[in-house]
C-alpha cells in the first residue's frame, strides 16, 4: 500500500521535473485543504455550536397579482435555532473534564516508590490553567474533528502550549491511519497597515523534523517572511535550504538554535476518522429547526376564526370595517353569517417533533433532560443505562486523548531532561479521566463500603463519590489516624498522672500516721 508520504514524495519528484519545488507544493496544498469539504465541515461544526444554522436563512414568499414568487413583507418568519448541538459537546466536555485529570507515574513493583521531584514537575506541567486549555480543546476536537497544540519554549525558558484553530493547520501524514505527523503547514491570516490604509496578510509556516520555514504571500506567490525573520534571527539555521527558503530552528534554549526530534504539533481526534459531530448531525438539527419554525408560523398566521358569509353585496372592505367598528354586519335578503372557529391538530406535530428530538440525541450520543425516562430513572442501573451512548461516546474520546497526552509526553520528558539533566523517558505514566456522571450515591456508597477488605483503599476512594483528590484523601485519612491515636495515648498518660498522684497522696497519709505513732 501507497503510504500519503509516498504519494507525497512522488508529487515532489515529478514536480522538480517540471521546476516545481516545495515552496509550490505548500501553495498547492494550502489552496487544496482550503478548498476542501474538510474544512467546510469545520467551519460549519463551529457554526452550529455557536447556534448559527441553516433555518437563519429561511425565508416566506407567496405568488403575487403577476403569478411570479416574491419574498412575503406580512407573514411571520420565525427562525428558531435550537442549540441542541452545543447541549450535546457540553455533555461531552462535562462529563470527561468537568474533574481534572489524575497524572501519576506507574511504578514496576509495590515496593518501588515514586519519584517525588518527577511528581512535582507533572503536577505543574497539568496545573488547573493546562486542565482548561484540555478541555476548550475537547469541545473543539468534537466541532471540528480534530484540534491542535503547538509545542513550544517561550523568551522565559518555560514549556508551553497554545491551541491552534483546526481550520488553519494543513497537515501532511505520514501513514494512511493518519497515526504519524511527517509535517505541518499552519497558514493564518494577520492585520497589517500601510500608513492608514488596512491591509490583511496571509502567512505560512512550514514545519518539518528539519525545522521550519517563515513564508508570507505576495502577489499569490510564497516567498521567505522578512518581517518574522527578523524577530526570530536567532533560530536561523541555513539562509538557503535548497528551495530558495530560510531555514529555522524549532526554538531557542540557552542561546543555541535547537530541534525537537518530533514534530512539536500534538492532535487531538474526536473520533479516528476526524469527522466532526454536525456531520452526524446536520440534517437531523435542520428538520428539527425547519419544522418547529413553521409550525410557530401556522401559530401565529392561522386567524382564531373565519367569516362565512353568504348574500352580502357590500365591498369587502366595508365588510371588515361594519364588523370592526360597529360589530354589525348588514345582509342581503336570504343573507346569512356565522363565524367558525379553526383548529390546528399538535398531536401529530408533537409525535413526529418528539421521534426527531429522540434521534437527534441518539445519533449525537447525549442524554436529553426533557425525556420522561431523565425524571423517572432513580437507580444506579437506569441512570448507567441513560446515560450509556455518552459514556461510550466519552470512552472513545478518552481512548484517542489517551494518545495524544502519550505523545505530548515526549515534550515533557525532554524539555525536563534540559532542564534538570534528569532522563524521565524511561519513566511511564499513566493518565486518568474522572468521570462526571450523575448517579445514585447512596448506592456508590454502599458499594464502596461492602468493598472493604477486599480491594485496597486506595481503589474504594478512587470510586467514592465524595471524593476528587485520592492522595489527598489518604493523607488526611492518615492524619486523622494519626490524631486520633495521639488523642488515645495522651488519654492513657493522664490516667498514669492521675494514678500517680492517688499513689503519692496515699503515701503522704501513710507517713503522717506513721509520725504520729
Not at 511504578?107 to 518527577?118: G, M, N, P, T, V
Not at 420522561?372 to 443505562?385: I, R
Not at 494519626?482 to 503519692?504: L, T
Request: glycine letters at 6%.
Amino acid at each position: 500500500m501507497v503510504t500519503e508520504m509516498e504519494k507525497i514524495d512522488f508529487i515532489l519528484r515529478e514536480g522538480s521535473r517540471n521546476n516545481i519545488g516545495l515552496k509550490d507544493f505548500i501553495k498547492l496544498q494550502v489552496q487544496e485543504f482550503e478548498e476542501s469539504d474538510e474544512r467546510k465541515e469545520m467551519i460549519k461544526g463551529q457554526k452550529y455550536y455557536d447556534n448559527v444554522t441553516e433555518i437563519l436563512k429561511k425565508k416566506r414568499y407567496y405568488i403575487d397579482d403577476n403569478s411570479k414568487v416574491a419574498m412575503s413583507k406580512f407573514f411571520s418568519n420565525y427562525q428558531l435555532a435550537h442549540s441542541i448541538p452545543r447541549i450535546l459537546v457540553n455533555q461531552k466536555a462535562g462529563l470527561l473534564l468537568k474533574k481534572n485529570i489524575s497524572v501519576k507515574e506507574i511504578l514496576e513493583d509495590e515496593d518501588q516508590e515514586e519519584d517525588q521531584d518527577y511528581k512535582k514537575e507533572l503536577k505543574k506541567m497539568f496545573n488547573d490553567r493546562r486542565h482548561k486549555t484540555l478541555k476548550y480543546t475537547l469541545i473543539e476536537a468534537v466541532n471540528k474533528g480534530i484540534s491542535w497544540w503547538q509545542v513550544y519554549i517561550d523568551e522565559d525558558g518555560k514549556l508551553k502550549v497554545r491551541r491552534v484553530n483546526a481550520e488553519k493547520i494543513v497537515v501532511l501524514w505520514k501513514d494512511d491511519e493518519h497515526e504519524v505527523v511527517d509535517a505541518i503547514i499552519m497558514v493564518y491570516k494577520m492585520i497589517a497597515y500601510e500608513g492608514t490604509e488596512k491591509k490583511v496578510i496571509k502567512k505560512a509556516e512550514y514545519w518539518d523534523l528539519d525545522g521550519v520555514r517563515y513564508l508570507v504571500y505576495q502577489d499569490g506567490e510564497l516567498i521567505n517572511d522578512i518581517d518574522r525573520l527578523s524577530e526570530v534571527e536567532d533560530t536561523i539555521l541555513k539562509n538557503d535550504d535548497g528551495n530558495g527558503m530560510v531555514l529555522c530552528s524549532h526554538f531557542i534554549y540557552d542561546g543555541e538554535p535547537e530541534n525537537w526530534e518530533k514534530i512539536p504539533f500534538v492532535y487531538w481526534k474526536y473520533t479516528g476518522n476526524e469527522k466532526p459531530l454536525v456531520y452526524y448531525l446536520e440534517s437531523l438539527v435542520d428538520c428539527y429547526d425547519e419544522l418547529t419554525s413553521i409550525y410557530a408560523d401556522t401559530l401565529a398566521d392561522t386567524p382564531k376564526g373565519v367569516n362565512v358569509v353568504k348574500n352580502y353585496g357590500e365591498d369587502i372592505k366595508k365588510f371588515n370595517k361594519n364588523l370592526q367598528e360597529l360589530n354589525t354586519i348588514f345582509l342581503d335578503e336570504d343573507g346569512d353569517y356565522k363565524r367558525e372557529n379553526t383548529t390546528i391538530d399538535i398531536n401529530a406535530f408533537k409525535e413526529y417533533i418528539e421521534l426527531l428530538r429522540r434521534d437527534i440525541y441518539e445519533a449525537g450520543a447525549g442524554v436529553d433532560t426533557q425525556s420522561e425516562k431523565f425524571g423517572t430513572a432513580q437507580s444506579g442501573v437506569a441512570l448507567e443505562e441513560l446515560f450509556n451512548g455518552l459514556d461510550l461516546d466519552c470512552s472513545n474520546i478518552e481512548t484517542e486523548f489517551q494518545s495524544s497526552l502519550e505523545y505530548f509526553m515526549f515534550f515533557v520528558n525532554t524539555y525536563l531532561s534540559m532542564t534538570t539533566a534528569k532522563d524521565y523517558h524511561e519513566k511511564e505514566v499513566e493518565f486518568v479521566f474522572n468521570k462526571s456522571m450523575i448517579t445514585n450515591e447512596s448506592e456508590k456508597i454502599e458499594a464502596c463500603k461492602n468493598s472493604e477488605g477486599q480491594v485496597s483503599k486506595k481503589s474504594i476512594l478512587a470510586h467514592h463519590p465524595f471524593v476528587t483528590d485520592v492522595d489527598a484523601e489518604l493523607k488526611q485519612l492518615k492524619k486523622e489516624q494519626e490524631d486520633a491515636m495521639g488523642q488515645y495515648m495522651n488519654g492513657f498518660d493522664d490516667e498514669d498522672e492521675d494514678d500517680n498522684e492517688d499513689n503519692n497522696n496515699a503515701n503522704g497519709k501513710n507517713g503522717d500516721v506513721d509520725g504520729n505513732e
